[in-house]
């Protein structure tokens, strides 16, 4: 890792807010206005994740996902860091972040307000609750910019059937939070400004149960839903950078985002 490098996830470790209240420790994404997350922010994460999900180590039992402010819970990763030259490294500190989630012990919820897009939602999504405001909105928009969500390729089949992910990941289209708990993405909906407050009657309630029994049916649960997650991402990964980012019309739809301006694909 350089020194520049370092100073960047130095900095970057300021947008990762951890809070600690009894049993349940907060991660609030802190990256204004919509809490994109990028590569250094991604190792910021998985850093402070790894003492949390350490089950000798640590008391946490329930981890809760939020973004700052009212606008989102996050749009999704930087699109400045799918260029060729970032691009490995951006897809490695994002899936660590999903792989150590996997293996975690404890109960993870997502409290959501505004937009959750992209790797937002995967993140969300891959939560064991997703509790969101009635506002909130949904949505897999990398077909847009020549891409696919890899990590919601694996896990939305699974979550809401293979029609419905279909849909989602070949439109990019966004939904609202009543049509994403119809189809299973949302647990819960909230008032608007009330999420909070009801990730903490969610969290009340299920601490009247026994402890033990609760991880070891979350635990069975898991694994049930997404068997063999490790290696089936892999496979996505491989094709991720294998196939899809050496495709002209992958760099273009990065290249046009990020210069404001609509894509012209080639078709190859």
């Known amino acids: 890792?350089?020194?520049?490098?370092?100073?960047?996830?130095?900095?970057?470790?300021?947008?990762?807010?951890?809070?600690?209240?009894?049993?349940?420790?907060?991660?609030?994404?802190?990256?204004?206005?919509?809490?994109?997350?990028?590569?250094a922010m991604m190792r910021s994460l998985s850093r402070v994740l790894t003492p949390l999900l350490d089950s000798r180590r640590s008391s946490c039992e329930f981890l809760v996902f939020r973004g700052a402010g009212e606008r989102a819970f996050s749009a999704g990763a930087e699109v400045a860091d799918h260029t060729p030259d970032r691009v490995g490294g951006m897809l490695a500190a994002f899936h660590q972040v999903f792989r150590q989630l996997e293996r975690a012990e404890c109960v993870t919820i997502a409290a959501v307000r505004g937009h959750c897009l992209g790797g937002g939602m995967e993140l969300a999504s891959f939560c064991d609750f997703v509790v969101a405001e009635g506002s909130a909105e949904f949505g897999q928009p990398e077909i847009k910019l020549g891409c696919f969500p890899p990590v919601?390729?694996?896990?939305?089949?699974?979550?809401?059937?293979?029609?419905?992910?279909?849909?989602?990941?070949?439109?990019?289209?966004?939904?609202s939070a009543a049509e994403a708990q119809r189809l299973g993405i949302v647990t819960r909906i909230a008032h608007d400004g009330s999420v909070e407050h009801d990730v903490q009657e969610l969290i009340s309630s299920l601490k009247k149960l026994s402890p033990a029994v609760l991880e070891l049916t979350l635990r069975t649960m898991r694994r049930r839903q997404f068997e063999d997650f490790d290696a089936e991402l892999a496979k996505i990964e491989q094709i991720y950078l294998g196939q899809l980012m050496k495709m002209e019309d992958a760099r273009e739809g990065v290249r046009a985002f990020l210069e404001k301006r609509p894509a012209s694909w080639r078709g190859r």
């Open 152 to 175: 919601a390729m694996v896990t939305l089949p699974a979550l809401i059937g293979p029609r419905a992910a279909m849909d989602l990941i070949l439109t990019g289209r966004t939904i």
């Open 1 to 39: 890792m350089t020194a520049e490098t370092r100073q960047q996830e130095a900095a970057t470790a300021s947008t990762i807010d951890v809070r600690t209240e009894g049993r349940a420790t907060w991660i609030t994404f802190d990256r204004p206005p919509l809490n994109v997350l990028d590569t």
